[in-house]
């Protein structure tokens, strides 16, 4: 089974950008649906994007849409998140999620295997 490792995280101004990696050890990383999660403060965690084993298949949460990228490398177990034109209300925890399955699913509870999450901070 596959194990998430997320790095990447930390304090950036609005409109920055940043990159979010997740390094998977473990399992065959090639077979497993790939996820993005966010939790702030007081609130649930909640979708952002996810890829398909071949990365032929993107899904991404409407308050992203065009300003984050997930894209993966099956060579090197590791899948990204691109973020781009940050914003405050992008402040969050983010876990990189693994699923045994070829759908894509958008609830949290549809992933078995979760990483311990990286902080992203933007400033205003």
């Known amino acids: 089974q596959v194990q998430p490792v997320e790095s990447g995280g930390g304090l950036m101004q609005t409109g920055g950008s940043l990159r979010l990696s997740c390094a998977a050890s473990g399992g065959t990383f090639s077979t497993y649906t790939m996820a993005w999660f966010r939790q702030a403060p007081g609130k649930e965690r909640e979708f952002v994007a996810a890829i398909s084993w071949n990365a032929g298949n993107t899904f991404y949460a409407d308050s992203v849409k065009g300003r984050f990228t997930i894209s993966r490398d099956n060579a090197k177990n590791t899948v990204y998140l691109q973020m781009n034109s940050l914003k405050p209300e992008d402040t969050a925890v983010y876990y990189c999620?693994?699923?045994?399955?070829?759908?894509?699913?958008?609830?949290?509870?549809?992933?078995?295997?979760w990483g311990q999450g990286t902080q992203v901070t933007v400033s205003s």
């Open positions: 999620a693994a699923r045994r399955n070829y759908v894509l699913l958008t609830m949290p509870g549809g992933y078995l295997y």
